[in-house]
């Protein structure tokens, strides 16, 4: 044997290993949503059941949390899609000198501990409402949505700066030069082409919003969300319902995955249907000019 | 100092950084050799510069600079009742660091151990994981970098993504199921008659630290794909013809070309390890030390928000040091590491 395929079997071998160890807490967790026990475990497997998904659905705190975690995350799209796009747009009307320092503030609450986020924009939202007496203000919901964003923008800013590098400006010189407005270029010109990373960053924006817990724990004052209803379950004790949590978020995020590959399958057909229709009507139009011309 | 000064210089220093901004703009219309080119409102039009303006000011002054100046002001003020805020006795201190290393804010005749250790130990674990991350990874990566066929990449990249999906704190649970005294690694153990009594694994830190190297182990795969993908594969055939044996190629070529992502990798599980929360709230035993929780601690239970300012100020400063260093290191700079 050679020593190439020697070292084929051995990187397969650790490929094995190392998948086996991403993905074996997990499916061992899943499992024991399914076994009757109220300790969790896969060994013995006493009986199959659903009844800890049924105690987790009953579950008041938990289904709260989930509505408050909806609607933060929401929240957080609205907020951190359109600061990121700001922010990106930014970077290149910067004046050069300042850019790096510009790029520096906007990076850096990605390379900041998320706990530090969230013990920042408290301290400074309890000075200030208590300041200027705007004390509706200061509300777990809103400083929620204020920290997470903060480094949510920062990510959404990210994917848009990647989109905008292949942006073709004589596309918009064009359409200014055919006498297009600016706000006009921006909403025809540059929002579509921006629509694919638009719909890429409010993904990734909900998603980090929703399972973020370091920044949340702190910001979300007495209310909760279900992240942090989660974590003080599991300091109470561990039972099956958070394996039927866990298993239950998989099954939607998979659902997604699968909705989100099948309509951009579809789009893609729409797109090359839309393009064959084109080039058909335009040889049409060819065809009765040349007929004309005949 | 009274703290009245603080509050003060909090907001001039943004509004001088804004002016500076004004002023260069200012200095380029002036300048003749820029005469053709539009100004900021006119080349974006009013609406959408209006907007740029406002969501990027919001955002950098009110969300990203203004919070953290405040939490650095906070961590050098004394604990007063929200009453006395600004009043004659707020003046700045440094007790709330004097706490840190000495378990009180007028003595200094023994160490505060507890919470130096838990630092030293955050500190010390984080890079250790960093580094463990970096070896578990690198072969993976470089497979699917350099070796992979496109549908096997593909499937790859599915598999590694998708353990993600499931969030962080779930992920921590996972693993304490697993690693618990009547887990299933106990129960394998003790069937195949290793050990006869079940060993806690949780007081011994060993789930704390598989859990933390689980966590965040995509950061650092993707930051090392990205670095190697652009790798170009003539180069190791080059190598390959003229001798040089596997481990050159790895020392030599493919981890100098991958520097920045090993950079970026590295810097991003450190700061997500140290900072981490969840996974030594889950999976700490009852003795384990980690600073994060601590911290926490100062704000819910002692309700000392001065110190607790402090306390994470003190973690933010180990993080930048950890990110200068690994800059120096590598000599590189931050717009290469942060993409």
Partial sequence: ?294 | MHSSIGQVVIYVIPAMVLAWFGWLAWRDRRDPANAGRQGFVARNGWPVAGFLVIAVGFWTIFMIVLPLFSMIDLSFRPKLPPPQWGGPKDFYTLDNYRYFLFGSTTSTAAWNVTHLTAFALTILTSIAITALDFVICYPIAYYMAKVARPNRLRLMMLMLIAPYWVNEILRAFAFRILFSSQGIINNVLMASGLIDQPVDFLAADVALYAGLAYAYLLMMMFALYNALDTLDGNLIEAARDLGAPWWHIHAFIAIPHAKPGIASGSTLVFMLTAGSLAAPLVLGGPRSLWFTPIVYDRFYQAFNWQQGAAYALILLVACVVFVLGVLRLFKLGLAEIAR
């Fill in chain 1, 1 to 294: 044997m050679s020593s190439r395929s020697v070292f084929s079997a051995l990187m397969g071998v650790y490929i094995l290993v190392f998948f086996a160890y991403l993905f074996g807490p997990l499916v061992v967790m899943g499992l024991t949503a399914f076994n009757t026990p109220a300790y969790p475990q896969v060994y013995p497997f006493e009986a199959f059941t659903l009844d800890w998904f049924a105690t987790l659905f009953a579950d008041a705190d938990m289904m709260y949390g989930l509505r408050k975690s909806v609607l933060i995350g929401v929240l957080v799209v609205l907020v951190s899609v359109p600061v990121g796009l700001a922010g990106a747009m930014m970077m290149t009307q910067v004046h050069a000198r300042a850019r790096s320092f510009y790029y520096l503030v906007v990076v850096s609450p990605v390379l900041t501990p998320g706990v530090i986020i969230g013990i920042s924009t408290v301290v400074f939202w309890r000075q200030t409402t208590q300041m200027t007496g705007l004390k509706f203000f200061y509300d777990g919901t809103v400083l929620t949505v204020l920290a997470q964003s903060s480094f949510i923008s920062a990510y959404t800013m990210l994917i848009f700066l990647a989109r905008l590098q292949r942006f073709d400006h004589t596309l918009e010189e064009a359409a200014l030069d055919l006498g297009a407005s600016r706000a006009q270029v921006f909403r025809n010109i540059l929002i579509p082409f921006m629509m694919p990373a638009i719909g890429s960053a409010s993904a990734i924006a909900f998603l980090s919003s929703f399972e973020n817990y370091n920044t949340t724990t702190f910001a979300i004052l007495a209310d909760k969300t279900l992240v942090t209803v989660l974590a003080g379950r599991l300091r109470q004790g561990t039972t099956p319902a958070l394996s039927a949590l866990a298993v239950t978020i998989v099954a939607v995020t998979v659902c997604g995955a699968i909705l989100y590959e099948y309509l951009k399958r579809r789009e893609a057909r729409e797109a090359d249907r839309r393009a064959l229709n084109a080039s058909r009507a335009e040889l049409a139009d060819l065809n009765a000019v040349a007929q004309d011309a005949a």
